[in-house]
């Protein structure tokens, strides 16, 4: 274990247990319905910033990572129409609504969402060109985020970008505001961890190519671009 890694083991998660996901899948299958709403005032900028820089090019086997609203995956598909997209995420009622949505609007695309551990993905080792994974690390423990990187490094092939979408902390008020709402909703909200997060990304040996800082209504938002 790096020293880096050691470090994170004791990261303090507003004293939460090591793990919140069985939590947070339950929370997020219950809010499956109304969470596009939440995407569409604070996130899709930087979803549409984050597939710019990602270096997508059509054709392509995409794997997108927490879903979420899917949002971003039909955008994905739309993108990656002779290719193939799959997705992810903790949540079922998640994943089956966004792969209802994206076969609807593309109704020809090779696309696929279901129900997956983001720590533990039934994919084989250097199977997709690129991966996304837009406001899942706040998520996680520490040592899960490790981990997780650990997995996106394992399924992406070789010189395949990794593109991440972080809740920024650039924004003093806003910091104060999450701190806040962390603590009474941890299962939902998370915490901020997009300081630490290049860091960890460059422990997992992946270069940084971009990095871009994003706001959407008074929401920040990081895009890292990083390439195995």
């Known amino acids: 274990m790096t020293r880096l890694e050691e470090s994170l083991s004791a990261w303090p998660v507003n004293g939460l247990p090591s793990t919140l996901a069985e939590r947070t899948r339950r929370v997020y299958d219950r809010l499956a319905a109304v969470y596009p709403v939440s995407t569409m005032l604070f996130h899709s900028r ?77 994919f084989r080792n250097e199977s997709f060109d690129a991966i996304f994974c837009c406001y899942l690390l706040e998520l996680l423990s520490g040592d899960d985020i490790v981990g997780t990187l650990r997995e996106f490094r394992r399924v992406l092939r070789d010189r395949g970008n990794l593109t991440l979408v972080l809740i920024g902390q650039n924004t003093p008020m806003f910091n104060a505001v999450y701190k806040v709402v962390g603590k009474v909703a941890p299962a939902f909200w998370g915490r901020q961890v997009e300081r630490r997060v290049p860091d960890l990304i460059q422990s997992a040996r992946f270069e ?7 706001q959407q209504t008074f929401y920040p938002s990081r895009v890292l671009v990083a390439r195995k």
């Not at 940084?208 to 994003?214: A, C």
């Open 208 to 214: 940084i190519l971009q990095d871009r800082l994003v």
């Open 46 to 122: 930087a979803h549409r910033c984050a597939l710019e820089a990602s270096g997508v090019r059509n054709g392509m086997k995409v794997l997108e990572v927490a879903t979420g609203s899917g949002e971003m995956f039909r955008r994905l598909v739309r993108a990656n129409g002779k290719g193939s997209t799959i997705g992810v995420d903790l949540s079922p009622n998640m994943a089956a609504r966004t792969q209802r949505a994206a076969h609807r609007k593309f109704p020809g695309a090779a696309a696929h969402c279901q129900a997956v551990d983001a720590r533990h993905m039934p």
